[in-house]
């Protein structure tokens, strides 16, 4: 029989993906995935956090990777990296923007253009300390997702909800994460 979709759509082996789809609905173990960001202060607002891998499936994959992170002069930094807000809020148009590019390679959807801006706002009395009537973080996100490429607006509505779905730092954000403190102290 002959396959007319290409192996690599938008630059995704699509036949990986779905091999490890695959996998994963065979045996859920191999889709259990561990991360883990060190941080270390290097002194005033700025810090360094590396990445020294995760884990699949109980398999250990190493990769190294440096991230660092500072505040503008206006909130007391040296303005040299971009701060925990702006990662924040890359991180989940990242994290989106591979389900986009996913979903529409295994739909076979060729794009021409994606670009997702997200922003909102933080009053700084909370994180100061000044009110505890106000959040220290943000109460809401705005987002926009501009796509372009050869598929019906349907499909592309589909693709919205998909991702809206599955996408993990979506879920991080738009749901309560139980966070687990432990302080070691000397």
Not at 45 to 68: C, L
Request: with cysteine; aromatic share 6%.
């Amino acid at each position: 029989m002959f396959d007319s979709k290409p192996a690599v759509i938008n630059g995704v082996n699509v036949a990986d993906v779905e091999a490890l789809a695959g996998a994963v609905a065979a045996d859920p173990t191999k889709g259990v995935t561990r991360w883990k960001v060190s941080s270390k202060w290097q002194g005033g607002t700025h810090n360094r956090s590396t990445v020294d891998g995760f884990e699949i499936g109980g398999e250990k994959i190493r990769r190294s990777f440096a991230i660092d992170v500072d505040e503008p002069l206006e909130l007391g930094g040296t303005n040299k990296f971009a701060n925990p807000q702006e990662y924040l809020l890359a991180a989940l148009n990242s994290c989106m923007m591979v389900g986009y590019v996913a979903l529409c390679s295994l739909k076979g959807v060729r794009l021409d253009s994606l670009e997702i801006d997200v922003e909102g706002d933080i009053d700084l009395r909370g994180f100061l300390g000044i009110s505890d009537e106000v959040a220290p973080g943000y109460e809401s996100l705005s987002y926009t997702v501009r796509i372009k490429g050869d598929a019906s607006k349907e499909t592309f509505e589909e693709i919205h909800r998909l991702v809206k779905a599955t996408s993990p730092n979506f879920h991080n954000l738009s749901q309560a994460v139980q966070l687990k403190s432990t302080l070691k102290i000397g």
